[in-house]
């Protein structure tokens, strides 16, 4: 039967129809790229926001986008060659699934802040951004190098945002290797960030009970950071593993890093840890309520009286740090809590491999805890 043309322009505007209306999907599609924003001066900026939609471009408050692997996504597509500012406006993001974080802008910095705070001002009076993981596992945000990358300052920045309800906060990693029986860094490290005025809170398998926590804020190979005016607090696994849980934890040549005016409150593990040649940190002026079992600061290596299940010879102890003027209150089970603690024991004890020499330093100096 021959179509009539009546019929044929109706079958026309139908297909078109369907051809705009998939188009429209596409373009909605939060793995399509959008086009750069248009910015001007040293910044280029990024928003969200917890009603937000990562079908937009995050170009402007509205059409703030809602997630950060969202973020993420703009970042790579648009690569500018500038500062960058996520704004992050006040509310809930309910975000169950791990950020995992690997782009960086060569010489500038990326910024996660609430819309309209100023860094340097103090917390923001009307409240800050809340990333809830709802008992998820695995990390809030982990920052990796990509392949191929060689390291060095990456130089991520977090203001005055609250993570709560993971198994663990922000790991950033500038990427380990094993080279001669020894646990080595492989890049130059990820390095020269700062975490300032954050809370990390209800962490740890009490909270997220899927699996154990590590740590709110882990280091490795990660170097000259600052972490200061932040809150560390709930952070608790239970039962035998409440030993395994860290405030701030300074694994395998994190180096030269400052931790300072933070609070540590209700933490199951040692508050503040250093691990495997994290040589030359500075932590001082920081509160600490009801921490830890070892100490306010542990320094711990993988050896045979550490009960490692590692080799003993893949770690060396740290040394060259120093922990001074804090005010130390009770362990995490109210007795009383020493203000340090060295696991093996032995000041100029440097470990087992032949590589591990402490250059001739002390692993710790303390002076001026109350």
Known sequence: MRTTRAAFAAAVVIAQAAWAAGTAHAAADPLQPAAACPTSGEVYRIFMAADGSDAADGCT??????????????????????DVEVRIARGTYRQTSQVSWDHYVPGHAISFLPT????????????????????????????????????????????????????????????????GGRRLPATKGANKNIIWGMTFTRLGNKHAPQTAGTAALSLANSKGNRVEASHFKQLENTGSEGKLMHGVYLETHSNGNTVTRNRFELVSGDATRARNDSNGNRLFDNTFRRTGVRGAYEEWF?????????????????????????????AYDGGTL?????????????????????????????????
């Not at 309209?116 to 596992?137: K, L, S």
């Not at 050896?303 to 490692?308: E, L, N, R």
């Not at 203000?339 to 002390?362: I, K, V, Y």
């Open 116 to 179: 309209g705070y100023t860094p340097g001002n103090g917390r923001p009076a009307d409240g800050v951004p809340i990333f809830d993981g709802g008992g998820a596992a695995g990390w809030w945000f982990k920052a990796t190098l990509p392949s191929g990358h060689p390291g060095g300052a990456t130089m991520l920045r977090f203001y005055y945002l609250q993570v709560q309800n993971y198994a663990n906060g922000l790991q950033i990693v500038g990427g380990l290797t094993t080279s």
């Open 61 to 82: 408050r509205s059409t703030a986008v809602a997630s950060l692997a969202r973020v993420q996504a703009l970042l790579k597509a648009a690569a500018p060659g500038k």
């Open 302 to 330: 993988c050896h045979p009286t550490t009960g490692c299940d590692r080799p003993a010879s893949q770690e060396c102890a740290s040394h060259g740090n120093v922990f001074y003027s804090n005010d130390i209150g009770a």
């Open 338 to 370: 020493p203000d340090w603690s060295l696991m093996p024991p032995g000041n100029r004890f440097a470990g087992d491999h032949p590589g591990c020499t402490n250059e001739g330093q002390p692993r710790l100096r303390t002076w001026s805890n109350t």
